[in-house]
Each structure stands twice: as structure tokens, then as C-alpha cells.
């Protein structure tokens, strides 16, 4: 890749919250081509006006996919939002790694989760570490990026948690270095536009691991109202999502994240936003407050 010869690069999922932020930052810098796959093109209308190439595809159809892979270097393999259907999430990433082999895709850069070995107790964890064991076993290059938990998905809870003066939790006393979606886009942007080459997996994290009273006290100070952390079992913490209307097994997905917590799984902080971004991840202090009038109107809805 040189200044003449900008690479072409590839976004699949690419109209999702995360897709839809890295087409953006790409088109700020990047030179050359950019791709966006999509089960649904229609819904980047205003990306094909600036110039982004749509194609249409769709993991689970495998045949074809090398054929919406063509002619691209380096492409951004986005974790899809298939959960509580076993086997079906894996199955759609190793068909969309063997199509980009198949289709001369040199990079591909992958949205993977931190820690996902097989010893992790969290249920998507094995779609993460399957994908990775397909990329490991093709002959390209990679970038994987072990993203952390999205800061984003505090809002609700934290909401909740002011309203009822209660951080309920399953995660013990652990830590989790949670990471904004918009500094996974930046990272995930600069990786698939870098001119890295050869294999490398990056933890994605924010700049600091945060217990639950942490979080309880954070939730305190940007609502004005009193937060205390209320450690659960994870079967009270399972029966209550179900009594609030989960099926119980998205409930009990959704709870393997804090047995992960309580045994140190996201209690990972690295640097790599910043080396490969250049700038520092936001805190979780700084996200939760500049979203402080969203949050103080859900406080006040619930
Ligand atoms: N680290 C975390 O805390 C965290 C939290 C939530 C999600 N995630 C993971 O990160 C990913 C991106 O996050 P996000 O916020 O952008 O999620 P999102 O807005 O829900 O986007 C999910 C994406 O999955 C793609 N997808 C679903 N089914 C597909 C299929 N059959 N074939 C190809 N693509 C398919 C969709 O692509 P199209 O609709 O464009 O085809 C969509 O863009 C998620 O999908 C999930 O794997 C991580």
C-alpha cells in the first residue's frame, strides 16, 4: 500500500451503530476505496452519496459472499448480533473469514470480545474464540480487537440504578475496563486503514477497570441521587430479569457477563486506543456525564 495505491477496504455490517461510525471515520481519512457490506443496502443511502460502494450479502448465505468480497485488501469482519441460537453466530464468521480467503482478502480485521478462551464462563465467548481459531487457521493477515464491554450499555442500567437507589449486580468485587462504541469505531477504523501487516491481537479497553460500587458511586454523582451496590447471586440476579419479562435463556447470557466480571475476565486496561488512534479512551465519568440530560430523562420516566 503506498500513497498512489491506497488499499481498499471493506466494512461488513456495516449499517449497524458501529458499521455506520467506522464508514464515517473512513471516509474523513481514508484515500482510497471503501466497501460497506449490508444485509440491507437501502439503509446506506447517504454513505453511497459519498462515495462508499454498498453491496448486498448476508452471512448466513455463504455462496455468496466471496462474490461481495472481491477486489477488496483489508477488510472489518463485525461480530454479528446473532445471540441465543447456538452455533449460528460462529457458523456466519467462519463463513464470512473462508470467503474472504476465498475472495484474495489479504487483512481482515475482527470485532472479538476480551478473553474469550475457552475457560471464560461468558455464553458468547466460543463464537469469539471459534472465529479467532478460523482466522489463526486461514493464510491471511489480522488485526483481531478484543473489545471490552461498551460503555453505551451502562445508560439504562445506570438510570434504573437512580431510580431505585439500587446497583444490583452478580459480578462480585470484580473489575471491567469498559470501552466506549465509539472509541471500539476509532480503533476498529484505524486498524482496517493502517498499513499493518502480519497478526496481532490488540485488548480494546477503556483507560481504567471499574468495580460495581464504582459504578454505583459514579451513578450517584451524575444523577444527584443516592446509589448503593447491591451484590446479588447469580440465580437472583437471573430470576429477577426473567420476573422483568427476559426469556430466561437471554437472561441467563446476559448474567454470564457478570460471572466474567466476578472472575476478572474484563479486568483488562491497555493502551491500544490510544496507539492506534492517537487519542485516549474516554472514561466512563466522562461518557455517563456528557449523557447526563438523556439519563436524567429516563430517571425520570421509569
Ligand atoms: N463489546 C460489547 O459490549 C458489545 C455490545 C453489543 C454488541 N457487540 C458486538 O459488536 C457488534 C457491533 O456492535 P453494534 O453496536 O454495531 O451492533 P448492532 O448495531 O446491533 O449491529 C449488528 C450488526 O450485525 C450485522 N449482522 C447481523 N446479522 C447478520 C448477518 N446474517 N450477516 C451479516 N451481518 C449481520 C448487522 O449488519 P447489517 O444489518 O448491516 O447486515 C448489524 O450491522 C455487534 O454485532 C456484536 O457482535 C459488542
Known amino acids: 500500500m ?3 495505491h491506497p488499499s481498499t477496504l471493506l466494512v461488513t455490517g456495516a449499517s449497524g451503530h458501529l458499521g455506520r461510525r467506522v464508514l464515517e471515520l473512513l471516509l474523513e481519512s481514508h484515500a482510497g476505496t471503501v466497501v460497506a457490506v449490508t444485509r440491507t443496502p437501502d439503509k446506506l443511502a447517504d454513505f453511497r452519496q459519498h462515495g462508499v460502494i454498498a453491496r448486498q450479502a448476508d452471512f448466513d448465505q455463504p455462496a455468496s459472499l466471496a462474490a461481495s468480497f472481491a477486489g477488496v485488501d483489508r477488510l472489518l469482519l463485525i461480530s454479528t448480533d446473532v445471540v441465543g441460537e447456538p452455533g449460528r453466530r460462529l457458523k456466519q464468521h467462519r463463513a464470512a473469514v473462508k470467503a474472504a480467503e476465498e475472495a484474495g482478502v489479504k487483512h481482515v480485521v475482527y470485532t472479538s470480545l476480551i478473553n474469550p478462551g475457552p475457560d471464560s464462563p461468558v455464553a458468547i465467548a466460543p463464537d469469539h474464540h471459534g472465529t479467532e481459531e478460523a482466522l489463526a487457521a486461514s493464510q491471511m493477515d489480522w488485526t483481531v480487537l478484543r473489545n471490552n464491554i461498551y460503555t453505551d450499555l451502562l445508560s439504562g442500567s445506570i438510570s434504573r440504578a437512580a431510580q431505585m437507589g439500587q446497583w444490583f449486580s452478580a459480578a462480585g468485587n470484580g473489575k471491567t475496563a ?10 476498529a477504523a484505524a486498524a482496517l486503514a493502517s498499513t499493518f501487516v502480519g497478526r496481532r491481537t490488540l485488548d480494546i479497553t477503556g483507560p481504567a477497570a471499574l468495580s460495581q460500587a464504582e ?6 454523582t451524575i444523577t444527584g441521587q443516592q446509589v448503593t451496590y447491591v451484590p446479588l447471586e447469580l440465580e437472583t440476579l437471573i430470576t429477577n430479569m426473567v420476573n422483568a419479562g427476559l426469556p430466561r435463556p437471554i437472561a441467563e447470557i446476559l448474567a454470564s457477563f457478570d460471572t466474567g466480571i466476578a472472575q476478572g475476565k474484563f479486568d483488562v486496561v491497555s493502551s491500544a486506543v490510544e496507539d492506534l488512534t492517537g487519542r485516549k479512551p474516554t472514561s466512563v465519568a466522562e461518557f455517563l456525564a456528557s449523557q447526563r440530560d438523556i439519563l436524567m430523562q429516563k430517571v425520570e420516566n421509569h
Open 178 to 187: 469498559y470501552v466506549t462504541r465509539e472509541d471500539c469505531a476509532q480503533a
Open 215 to 220: 459504578l454505583a458511586a459514579i451513578a450517584a
Open 2 to 4: 503506498t500513497e498512489n
